[in-house]
């Protein structure tokens, strides 16, 4: 039986890996942080499933002894500060946990069990100010955030150590993938969750940045499928995983309306751009300006070719599809909220 563990994992893609790793038969860990009060997030149905260790990625004491309990095969560093507006706010902690953290772990592997593979959560917001349509493996990094600088920072310490001390270490360099299980903070489920609100009365407007900026969107459940995958080759190497899609934020507002069975029609432009529900004047969307970031991302699309043919991967939630799902979800836990 293999042993894995799981930094992140009770964020959306940890809960969904761990998910998979216990399909495949796995003896599946869990890095958790201790708080006030406990939570395991989207893992609180694995409770009975996964074995918890308490930890940080600023604190390498608790890394040496997470591997140590667990004795890990496979590690898989998903734990992160990944949004990216709050790394603006808080640069310094963003860096400490999203590079520092990183080297952190991947020492401890050095040290205690330099045979294992690890997989590095790596971002396409590396990209930032795009350098190649679309984005691939060879695309020179731009990053436009602190987030981004941190993510780049993480991703080369992973090939550094792939390459000096030929660790299988290699990196994810995941677009943005949703899911029904993404943070409420995340664009995409702040649109599907005003959605819900909106269509049972609880919610007038939904207010939104820049609606221009497009994004490479795939669901969860299909990436963390590629991380495996990543781990499972003879060599370690990096990969894009992406859809080779780009919508923009209006599209999808538009499609996640759709789903709840809403029609708006646009009007103005730019900051000034709203929408209504078709047959009425009522606004239900309008742009905010204090949501545009200091440095936009305009365009992320990414090329998955070398992640298709060398891994065997291939996404089955369609972008349509990850729409709807997301929406009904929120839509079931909105309704249920009313009947309580």
Known sequence: MKKALI????????SYLAELLLEKGYDVYGLVRRKSRLDFGNAEHLQDKVKFIFGDMTDQASLIRALEISDADEIYNLAAQSFVTTSWDTPLSTAEINAIGVTNLLETIRLLKPKAHFYQASTSEMFGLVQEVPQKESTPFYPRSPYGVSKLYGHWITKNYRESYGMFACSGILFNHESERRGAEFVTRKITIAVAKIKYGLQEVLELGNL?????????KDYVMAMWLMLQQDSADDYVISTGETHPVREFVTLAFKAAEMVLVWHGEGVNEYATLEGTDKTVVRVN???????????????????????????KISYAQLIQRMVENDLKIVGAGIKA
């Open 7 to 14: 930094t992140g994992i009770t964020g959306q893609d940890g």
């Open 289 to 315: 300006p204090q949501f545009y970031r200091p440095a936009e991302v305009e365009l992320l699309i990414g090329d998955c070719s070398k992640a298709e043919h060398g891994l065997g991967w291939k996404r």
């Open 212 to 220: 221009k900026a497009q994004r490479d969107w795939g669901h969860s």
